[in-house]
Every structure is written in structure tokens, then in C-alpha cells.
């Protein structure tokens, strides 16, 4: 083909190529935008046509708790007639003025998938500042990202009132002042996720309950967009509720007894360390190590115990190896600065050349256990940890596996011949202790025997 039939050839294409390209379109790209949304279990928060769904803000979620039905019904009419002041709808728009307070669902909302547009209005006085709360709790912020003297350049997306957990978005991903942002927001036990303009911004990252810091986030509340002081309009909000597992809760008799939940499958509020790789995934704790090492690090309980019983369940994968430290401190190998008892799939083939004290439910170079009670990898498994001063049980699913006594050990040292400061301690942090294996936990609660309650 010589060059000028070449080139004929060319505008041809470039002629059909409207043509057909309109054949190759999904047809749902004709669809209106609301009505793929609802295909997808989406329902819109504003229609874009009145306030409908949506109410004044009155305090916050635990001063409302305290309020009679008489006292919130009258301070809720003051904020709605507040809101109608501060709030308008034009033209499909939630615009805020500057002036006046939040505005929040009627509807409380717990594990949900969130879709809102927004936008700060450039008024020239460099104060954009908004943002949305989850459950009632502030907040994913918006800013306008020029205000540098108050941090805003991080970019919006980030849980500005975090103080444990991180509060800053991995990137800057807003648009320019004036133009309309989009988040995705997703909201599973206590959990975010951000998506702004389709960038990962915040990743699975826990909120705080800045009302009360002691206390988990609310296990659900209602959905505020926040005024600041400067306007900001939103527009195409939408909300897809998402299935949530129901919360553990202790037998009659456990509670008679005097145990602790730790982990119910809806908070990690108990806990410190890696809430990164360990995290919270249809009511179960889940380790799915990320990090460059590749161990999934430690995860120990906030508070720490001497004399206790720990009751758990966990579910092995093929491979599986991680731990259960006990009287341990923060830092350093727990299996030497504390002790741990292994959680281990003892049948793997790459374990076959063990040593004795290396296998599931041993004190880790020091007592071994007994094999040959566990379940299958993929079911789960029931164990009762029982710590008296220097006695340590450990029962598997109904069976006996370990009943210690670490006096000798403490005097003369640990069967591996290794150095174990951990065996003199009384008291420490108990913790899952990863060694790089997905696995999953549940159901978690403790005894302290230690305590005079």
C-alpha cells in the first residue's frame, strides 16, 4: 500500500471512529446518574429539591443521650428553624451561606458507603473549612488547601480529630477552589476509607470518638455536613447501607463470672500496635500482613494483666504462624521480653522439623504442648489461656494441651537455652503476635484475676 492510500485509509478511520464507538458504549452510560446509583443499592440523602431527611443539629451525640423526649423535642425545633435560615437548596444544590450550624440526617446510619460532591465557594477571605461527620463524630475534613497556616495544604479527606490513629490524607488530591470534589466515603465497623476525585486517600483508618476518647465510635449515629463559617455547597449525595455483623456478647455465666469483651467484631477500641495489617472484617479481627517486613507485626491489648483467663477463637490458613504473647511490654520480641504461646498449623509440612517447644499452644522455647487437637486449617478452634502466677494452662477446643509451671524455668532457664527476661515478669500486655500469616480472630474476651472486682 503506497502512501497516499495509506492516508486515505487514515481519514477514513478517523471519520467512522465516532460511528463506531457509539456501537461499543455500555448503555447504561445513557442512564440517568441517580437511576444507575439505586441499581446499585444507592439511595440518594438529598433530592436535590427540599430538606427533606435532614434536621438541625442539636449538641452532640452524648448530650443528646441525656436529653428527656420533652427537652430534645424543643431544642430540635430551634436548630430546624435555624437550619431553614442557614441552608438553602437552589438549582439541585445544599448551599450553606457562612452562617449558622451543621446539618444531619434524620436517619441514623452505621456501616454505610457514602457518594457527596461539594465545593468551597472562593469568597476572597481564604477561610474554606467543612468537612463530614460519620456517626455524629467529626470528621472527614474539607479545606481549602491554601490556608498552609493551619495545615490545610495536606489536602481534605484525612480524620482531622484523630490523635492515636492517623489523621492526615496519603496524598493532596482537591481541585481547584471553587470547582466540585467528589468523595467516596466507606464506613465499616470503626473504620473509614476516603476516595477523593477516585484517589485513595485515607485507608481503612480508625475514627476516634472525639466526644469521648474512652469510648469507641458510636455503633451508629447520624451523617452532619459540617459548616464551618465559610460557604460550601454540596450536591448528589448518596448512601448505600452495608450489612453488619451482629456483636459478640458474653453468655449469662460469663458475665456472672466477671469476663471482659476485648473484641466484639465491631471495634478494635481495646487494642494498640498494628491496627494497619490487623483490622476488623465481618465481625472477625483479621491480620492480612502489608508491611515491607512482611511479619503483620503485634497487636496488644491497651490495658495489661498478670492473673487472667483469656477465651478466643482463631481460624488457621495453611502456613499459619502467629502468636499469643503474654505479660509482655510494647517493645522488643515478646517471645523473649514477655512469653508466647504459639498459634501454629502444626501439620504443615514446613514445620515438620520443629523443635518440641515450637508447636501450637507451647511456651515458646521453654514448655511443650501437646499436638493433635486442632481443627482442619479453615475452622475454627476454641482456646482457654488460664495464667496463675507462675501456672499457665492452655485448653483447646475442650482438651488440655498445657498445664505449666515456669518455676524452674525462671530459675534455671529456658528449654532453647536462650535468654527469656519475659519469664520473670508478672504483669504485661497481651497481644497476637504475627509472623507473617493471614489469619482471623473472634469472639475475644478476658478474666482478670488480678482484679478485686
Known amino acids: 500500500m503506497n502512501l497516499s492510500n495509506k492516508l486515505r485509509l487514515l481519514l477514513l478511520l478517523a471519520l467512522l471512529t465516532p460511528v463506531l464507538v457509539s456501537f461499543k458504549e455500555d448503555p447504561k452510560k445513557s442512564e440517568n446518574k441517580s437511576e444507575i446509583l439505586q441499581k446499585e443499592g444507592f439511595v440518594p440523602l438529598f433530592n436535590g429539591k427540599d430538606l427533606k431527611g435532614w434536621k438541625g443539629l442539636v449538641g452532640d451525640p452524648i448530650k443528646r443521650s441525656k436529653m428527656d423526649a420533652m427537652t430534645l423535642a424543643e431544642e430540635q425545633k430551634k436548630a430546624d428553624a435555624e437550619m431553614r435560615e442557614d441552608w438553602k437548596v437552589v438549582n439541585g444544590e445544599l448551599q450553606f451561606t457562612g452562617h449558622g450550624n451543621n446539618i444531619t440526617t434524620v436517619k441514623k446510619y452505621g456501616d454505610f458507603e457514602m457518594l457527596v460532591d461539594w465545593k468551597i465557594i472562593d469568597d476572597g477571605k481564604q477561610d474554606g473549612d467543612a468537612g463530614i461527620y460519620l456517626r455524629g463524630t467529626p470528621q472527614v475534613q474539607i479545606w481549602d488547601n491554601a490556608r498552609i497556616k493551619v495545615g490545610a495544604q495536606v489536602g481534605s479527606g484525612g480524620l482531622y480529630n484523630n490523635q492515636v490513629n492517623e489523621s492526615k490524607p496519603l496524598r ?25 476525585n477516585d484517589v485513595l486517600v485515607t485507608d481503612n483508618v480508625i475514627l ?31 448512601i448505600k447501607e452495608l450489612p453488619r455483623a451482629k456483636p459478640f456478647q458474653l453468655s449469662a455465666q460469663e458475665k456472672k463470672e466477671g469476663f471482659k469483651v476485648l473484641f466484639d467484631g465491631t471495634n478494635m477500641h481495646e487494642w494498640t500496635g498494628n491496627t494497619a495489617d490487623y483490622t476488623t472484617e465481618d465481625g472477625n479481627m483479621v491480620i492480612n500482613p502489608k508491611s515491607d517486613k512482611g511479619s503483620g507485626g503485634n497487636l496488644f491489648t491497651k490495658d495489661e494483666y498478670s492473673d487472667f483467663i483469656f477465651r478466643f477463637e482463631f481460624q488457621l490458613t495453611p502456613g499459619a504462624n502467629n502468636g499469643l504473647g503474654i ?17 501454629l498449623d502444626n501439620d504443615a509440612p514446613m514445620y515438620k522439623d520443629l523443635q518440641v517447644y515450637q508447636y501450637h499452644g507451647s511456651i515458646y522455647g521453654t514448655i511443650p504442648a501437646k499436638r493433635g487437637f486442632l481443627k482442619p486449617t479453615g475452622e475454627w478452634n476454641y482456646q482457654e489461656v488460664i495464667v496463675s502466677g507462675p501456672k499457665i494452662k492452655v485448653i483447646l477446643n475442650g482438651t488440655v494441651i498445657l498445664d505449666a509451671d515456669i518455676t524452674d524455668a525462671r530459675k534455671n532457664g529456658a528449654a532453647d537455652g536462650k535468654y527469656h527476661p519475659g519469664l520473670q515478669r508478672d504483669s504485661g500486655h497481651i497481644g497476637f503476635l504475627g509472623h507473617g500469616s493471614p489469619l482471623k480472630f473472634r469472639n475475644i474476651r478476658i478474666k482478670d484475676l488480678a482484679s478485686k472486682n
Open 208 to 238: 476516634e470518638n472525639y466526644w469521648d476518647r474512652k469510648l469507641p465510635i458510636f455503633a451508629s449515629e447520624q451523617i452532619e455536613l459540617q459548616a464551618h463559617g465559610s460557604p460550601v455547597y454540596y450536591r448528589n449525595i448518596y
Open 327 to 343: 505479660r509482655s511490654p510494647l517493645t522488643g520480641v515478646a517471645a523473649y521480653k514477655g512469653m508466647e504461646l504459639q498459634i
Open 172 to 196: 493532596v488530591a482537591d481541585k481547584k477552589l471553587g470547582e466540585w470534589n467528589t468523595f467516596r466515603i466507606i464506613m465499616k465497623a470503626d473504620r473509614v476509607t476516603v476516595y477523593l
